[in-house]
């Protein structure tokens, strides 16, 4: 199993990145896939969701009407689109999969992990 972060970056204020969790050694439909992030001196962070097979998904209050998961199932791929972008949500973002067909946010419920992806937002 393997999970590749891409599309940090650093971003002023206001601004948006997308970022892709390309999955490969897994069947992509049977697992969900959950978005994380852990800001300096914190604890990790729940942040989304997203059910590969039923496509349900779910955002921690903190990102939820700023971000969307999307799933690309032909490409192995998640996506989280970023928008309005705050200094605050400057951490490092990682991908993590889990076999189920529902999606949580809790990291103790995943198995995989990708290396993560630096977001850095300037104010």
């Known amino acids: 199993v393997q999970l590749v972060e891409s599309g940090g970056g650093l971003v002023q204020a206001g601004g948006s990145l997308r970022l892709s969790c390309a999955a490969s050694g897994f069947t992509f439909d049977e697992y969900s896939i959950g978005w994380f992030r852990q800001a300096p001196g914190k604890e990790y962070e729940g942040i989304s969701c997203i059910s590969n097979s039923v496509g349900s998904t779910n955002y921690a209050d903190s990102v939820q009407g700023r971000f969307t998961i999307s799933s690309d199932n032909a490409e192995n791929t998640v996506y989280l689109q970023m928008n309005n972008l705050k200094p605050e949500d400057t951490a490092v973002y990682y991908c993590?999969?889990?076999?189920?067909?529902?999606?949580?946010?809790?990291?103790?419920?995943?198995?995989?992990w990708g290396q993560g992806t630096q977001v850095t937002v300037s104010s």
């Open positions: 993590a999969a889990r076999f189920s067909d529902y999606c949580s946010t809790q990291m103790d419920e995943y198995g995989y």
